[in-house]
């Protein structure tokens, strides 16, 4: 499709007659009439709807009256119509309904009627977008039959809103120091992750321990649907957490994530989501209004933008410049300037690219979107590399996975690439940090979110093949600066989760002074000091040094376990219960991708039946979609699901009457799994289903999780060192949450 902008005012009109807000992802009915122009439209001429790429609204279909999205069109003077819906249209708006005169013509005044959601043979109507936005239909005509489109004046729109609040969400910091002053943070949110004040009741708070500040009487979230309470001070060290409870009877409605008080600490704990995208480029909204939901609805502490750079011009990246300039707060909110460098994977793949200041230069890989004249591009992912070192700038890279891949063995520069993002709304990639470490490359973990829905630090998937929530990343920073952010990215010191926020300390002793780094001796000489205690992200050459590896976390959910990892593999494994704890609890899981590109996303249809017992509970575990939920009913002995993976899990667990009789039987449209569960244990039952890891898996679990916080010792014994001994943690709670600390790195 060629766009033109040929006598666009001549084109005709396109009129929608929904003008009231309607809540995002709800079910409406939309009628859409076109008028032709003075030039009407000419056989095999035709018009084109489109909204955005990474929109999730129902797929206008034809075929089924009664069935949900069901789309009809006719012309006014009885021509043939003939229409599709494809991903055809030119990015950002790649989703197009294409509508064609097939037999006939239309002349000035004649008419063109949509209507998505046609109700009148029993459908339900077309479900919208889950996310909260002005939501655009870009109308485009091609008047002459030369499939040359002209963009009219005005397309229509409709205002999307937050629906009714069914949940709600609260944070605290993940540590704070006794004594100093924090904040809770509160949102309500519909079913589709948008914070809402509708229907959000009042609330009231108590806590886990014993804190000044705390409101006693009835709270109300803003309008926004959030609620924020400065002025907190811990009483005494510990774990903290407060329970927001429904004002009237009192019933929990959410639980903050933990806070770690504790009398002193090198280094403070911030959250931050630097990956994103805004309506400029393939996003959602406004760029001011991404960082205002990061900073005021997502509370985040750092926040960065990163738009495909082949579709920033020059007016953008200055406007991006100078809003993070603008925003940049010392102490509360810190912006860092950049931008995704988007390669193909060919080239070396997407690569997220940070400065410390603005004014920086901007390296395209293409300019395919872009009419600004070429000045500065990079087509490689290594001509990058060497234009940031040549012109040494004060940058950081990130190396990415989203529809292009990065392919670390193309081209890496440790002195600029710091991290791997192992995280994000694409899903859990840790076979990328395995890809370092077979390279010999010594990166930090990142997990961001990638958010193309307006919700920068607070992603949720929606109803599309996005099947992750958005990753977030915890920096242990000395201060809230740029300097604080940049610093712990350079020393590795930080750890991400899969979008919760839980407190994660990993310290590491040695037998014996041993030579820590003050950086990676790979990149060029650098200071050594001799000490025998280091944090995540440490490089050490230990000398046949054994190491007490101390980790220490408290969970936002229960904890499942905690693995200790050497390199690719798992070297010991930390549960929080014993075989003797094990009860009538079964925990199915699936996981895995189908390849590492952009068509990742593994859909998985499977049932699983019990024989010779009975379940008498059953909780889903990262079933996101609210369209697809897990299927039992009460009194049944099968379960069945539709669900989507990519490279993360999901899954459920049933509550049996007796644990220690019956045949569990699991068929998916992968693998198939049979457990008797009078032998099942803690040990996990697996089988491989092909793809990009993907497996199913099944084990047994304590009857109530309740172990908050764990902490653990591992051992790794004192060794003459070929290679490179990454040792790192991964973190796994029973909500099906996890989270990595960046890798000490043990060095020959």
């Excluded at 040494?392 to 996975?401: F, G, K």
């Excluded at 379940?615 to 989507?644: R, T, Y």
């Amino acid at each position: 499709m060629i766009c033109k902008d040929y006598l666009p005012a001549q084109m005709g009109t396109m009129s929608l007659d929904q003008i009231d807000p309607v809540a995002a992802g709800s079910v409406q009915s939309l009628t859409f009439v076109y008028t032709a122009g003075d030039f009407g439209i000419d056989d095999t001429g035709g018009l084109r709807v489109c909204w955005r790429t990474t929109s999730d609204m129902g797929k206008p279909q034809f075929s089924d009256p009664e069935a949900l999205n069901y789309t009809t069109i006719e012309a006014s003077n009885g021509a043939k119509l003939e229409y599709s819906v494809d991903r055809s249209g030119v990015r950002p708006w790649a989703n197009s309904l294409t509508v064609r005169v097939g037999r006939g013509f239309l002349r000035k005044g004649e008419t063109i009627t949509i209507r998505m959601g046609d109700r009148r043979a029993g459908s339900p109507g077309i479900r919208l977008q889950t996310a909260v936005e002005h939501f655009q239909f870009k109308t485009l005509v091609d008047a002459f039959a030369t499939n040359q489109y002209t963009e009219l004046p005005l397309s229509p729109h409709i205002r999307l809103v937050p629906g009714e609040a069914v949940r709600w969400r609260a944070s605290l910091p993940s540590q704070n120091i006794l004594g100093e002053s924090f904040r809770l943070c509160i949102a309500a949110e519909d079913i589709w992750g948008n914070p809402t004040a509708q229907g959000a009741q009042p609330v009231r708070l108590t806590a886990s321990s014993s804190i000044s500040g705390l409101p006693e009487h009835a709270l109300a979230v803003g309008e926004r649907g959030t609620l924020v309470i400065d002025g907190l001070k811990a009483l005494k060290p510990g774990d903290l957490r407060i329970d927001v409870r429904a004002a009237g009877d009192r019933h929990v409605l959410c639980t903050s994530t933990p806070a770690r008080i504790v009398d002193g600490a090198p280094f403070w704990h911030f959250w931050g989501d630097l990956h994103g995208q805004s309506g400029e480029t393939i996003g959602t909204n406004p760029v001011r209004d991404y960082f205002l939901f990061g900073r005021d609805q997502a509370f985040l502490d750092v926040i960065g933008h990163q738009g495909n750079d082949f579709q920033i011009t020059d007016g953008f990246w200055a406007e991006l410049n100078a809003l993070t300039a603008e925003l940049y707060e010392p102490g509360r909110f810190v912006t860092l300037p950049g931008y995704e460098w988007s390669g193909n994977t060919g080239m070396g793949g997407d690569r997220n690219v940070f400065y410390r200041r603005e004014g920086r230069p901007i390296h395209r890989s293409s300019r395919i979107l872009v009419d600004d004249a070429a000045d500065a591009d990079c087509y490689t992912a290594g001509a990058l590399f060497d234009t940031l070192a040549q012109a040494r700038e004060d940058a950081v890279v990130i190396a990415h996975v989203g529809g292009r891949y990065a392919d670390l063995g193309v081209a890496h520069d440790g002195r600029l690439e710091r991290a791997v993002e192992i995280h994000s709304s694409w899903g859990t990639f840790e076979w990328l940090l395995h890809d370092a470490f077979d390279l010999g490359h010594r990166p930090g973990i990142v997990c961001h979110s990638d958010d193309h829905k307006g919700r920068q630090g607070a992603t949720q998937p929606g109803a599309s093949t996005f099947g992750a929530i958005g990753g977030l990343t915890c920096y242990l920073a000395t201060e809230l600066t740029r300097d604080g952010v940049f610093d712990a990215l350079r020393a590795r010191r930080q750890y991400g989760t899969t979008g919760t926020r839980l407190y994660m300390n990993v310290n590491g002793t040695f037998d014996t002074p041993v030579a820590i780094y003050a950086d990676d001796p790979l990149l060029g000489a650098t200071e050594s000091r001799r000490g025998t205690s280091v944090l995540m992200g440490a490089v050490v050459a230990p000398n046949r040094t054994g190491l007490s590896l101390d980790v220490d976390v408290s969970g936002s959910a229960p904890i499942e376990r905690i693995d200790i990892f050497h390199g690719k593999e798992v070297a010991e494994t930390f549960r929080p219960y014993t075989a003797a704890d094990l009860g009538r609890r079964i925990r199915v899981m699936w996981s895995g991708a189908e390849y590492r590109g952009r068509g990742r996303e593994t859909s998985w249809t499977g049932k699983a039946r019990l024989s010779g017992n009975r379940i008498k509970q059953v909780k889903a575990i990262n079933f996101l979609n609210p369209q697809q939920p897990l299927s039992w009913s009460d009194g049944e002995n099968i379960v069945s699901w539709k669900s989507v993976t990519t490279g993360n899990m999901a899954g459920f667990d049933v509550l049996v009457e007796d644990k220690a009789v019956g045949h569990l039987a699991i068929e998916t449209n992968l693998a198939s799994l049979d457990v008797d569960l009078a032998s099942l244990g803690s040990d996990e039952r697996v089988i491989e289903a092909g793809g990009l890891a993907r497996r199913l898996r099944v084990w047994r679990l304590p009857e109530n999780g309740s172990a908050m916080s764990m902490r653990i010792r591992h051992r790794v014994e004192g060794r003459d060192l070929q290679a490179d001994l990454p040792v790192y943690v991964r973190v796994t709670q029973e909500d099906g949450h996890q989270a990595w600390s960046s890798p000490i790195y043990l060095i020959p």
